[in-house]
Each structure stands twice: as C-alpha cells, then as structure tokens.
C-alpha cells in the first residue's frame, strides 16, 4: 500500500537539514511502536532475513517541497521551508486487512526533523491511500528518492561497499539479485515448508533492466555529524523493467536496490503496457 502525507510546519519558515532521511525513517518506526510494539520490535531486530540481510519492506520518497531555500549555517547545508505544507509518499508491503489500521496510525501525528544545530516540528494533516497501479509484465518507473546499487569490494584489505550507477555495466545484474532476493525472501517467510521447495526450484527472475535517459547522482549522509555517520550514494533515474508481475508489485511498494527503510528506492509509475 501507498500513502500520501500531507505534513504542516508547526512553526513558520522551519530549517532542516538536507540530510533528513534518517529523521523521517526514526518517525515512521516510532510510529509503528506506538501503535504496535510487538510488530516494531520485529521491523527494527529482524525483518524478513536472508542470510545476514534484513528486509523491512518500505520506503518513503524525498520531501515534495513546493518551495524551500537553500542556506549555510555552521558550515552545513539546511533547507529553509518556505510552504507551510510538504508531502511525502511512504510505501509498504501490507495486506488488505491492515490498510485502515496503517491510515490511522499516521493520522495526526507529530514528529520532529532534527540534527546538532536545529529542530523543526511538523504534525501530518491529512493521510490519503495512493490508488495502486496495474502491474504488467513490462512496466517504466521513475525514482521518487534514489535507488541505491552497491557491491562488496576490498581496499587497502578491508571490505567496502562500492556504489554502482545505472551506466555501469554490472548494475543489472545487482539490480536484479537484489529485487530477486526480495521476492524469494518474502515468499519463504510466508510458507510452508513444502511450498519452499516449490519456490527455490521454480524462482521468479526479472528479465531485464533498461535505462531510460541520464542518471544523477546523490550523496546522502546518514546520521550525520554521528560517530555511526555513513555516506551512501544514489541515483535517480527513468528505467524499464521486464519480469514477472507479483515482483512488480514488490519493487514498487517495498522499494528497489538497498537502504529502502532509510528513504532510497522510492518510485513512481509513468506508463504502462
């Protein structure tokens, strides 16, 4: 499922910083928290694993600022909000039996985005269900946050992760076992063991990847001025994907590439066919 927030500054002329994924993403678990502890505590320790990964199953887009600033202050970069109103998308996997429940429990909501130097408050004023697409077995998306590709790689003999962009020549195939382990997972967590047999023998791939246009890229600094503080580049781009339709529906909602729970992967429909 979808959703729309529509988020009203508490305060006028608000800064925050442009690094603000990590805020958003601690609101979104908090709020899971508060309405359900038990299902938090499982979202934030566990997720759906395969091997040592962990999947949470949703993302969030950037900020839709209708109009904003761009100012330095203490040697880093804010945004001053200009709109008393922002949106944003957040997208997860659910079922239909929790779709009231998630509404409500975004629905007037209070949270903070935050760093060492400002603190700006915002309640969510309105919640609107995104109406979902027609997934097909030939779809374009364009990115509403950054999707993130990376690889492990070894320099000066410690292990790193290299960021990889849409015109590298192993994106697609990273792209695809990242999408594909999703759908694995998913489906392994939610059947019995007999099924599981079934799945791994009879996989579900994604068939092609095709970029559409440029790339851009975008350096985002999580936890930032934090001893934990971790730089992650991704990009943002108009792609064609090819495959099976349920893997669609999952890249779509749960989000592509890497880091989706802290606001990468996000992704909006442009055509259908």
């Known amino acids: 499922m ?26 979104i ?17 566990t997720g759906y694993m395969s091997g040592a990964k962990k999947f949470k199953y949703f993302t969030f887009s950037k900020l ?7 100012i330095d202050l203490y040697g880093l ?13 957040v997208s997860m996997l659910s079922t239909k039996t929790v779709e009231n429940f998630i509404i409500g429990m975004f629905e007037n909501q209070k949270f903070r985005i935050y760093d060492s130097n400002v603190e700006s408050e915002f309640i969510i004023k309105t919640v609107e269900m995104v109406p979902e697409p027609e997934f097909t077995r030939e779809m374009v998306f ?14 000066n003999g410690k292990e790193s992760q290299k960021y990889l962009g849409p015109e590298d020549d192993e994106y697609e195939k990273y792209f695809k076992s990242n ?7 998913l489906l392994l967590n939610e059947c019995s063991y007999e099924s599981k047999v079934i799945i791994e023998k009879e996989r579900s791939s994604l068939d092609e990847v095709e970029l559409m246009g440029q790339s851009k890229a975008k350096l985002i600094t999580i936890k930032e001025g934090r ?3 971790t730089k992650v580049k991704g990009f943002y781009f108009t792609f064609r994907l090819k495959g ?17 729970s802290q606001g990468f992967g996000c992704v909006e429909t442009i055509k259908r066919y």
């Open 179 to 185: 999408l594909e382990e999703k759908y694995i997972t």
């Open 64 to 70: 839709m600022l209708p109009e904003s600033e761009m």
């Open 227 to 229: 001893q934990t503080e």
């Open 77 to 89: 970069k804010y945004l001053k909000l200009k709109s008393e109103t922002i949106d944003i998308i």
């Open 142 to 155: 364009r990115t509403i946050s950054p999707i993130v590709i990376s690889k492990k790689v070894i320099y």
């Open 244 to 260: 099976e339709t349920e893997i669609m529906r999952i890249g779509y909602e749960a989000g592509f590439g890497k880091n989706c």
């Open 2 to 27: 979808r959703l729309r927030l529509r988020i009203k500054q508490i305060k006028k002329d608000q800064l925050i910083p442009i690094n603000y994924q990590f805020s958003v993403s601690s609101f």
């Open 29 to 45: 678990y908090r709020t899971i928290e508060t309405s359900d502890s038990g299902y938090s505590k499982w979202l934030h320790d």
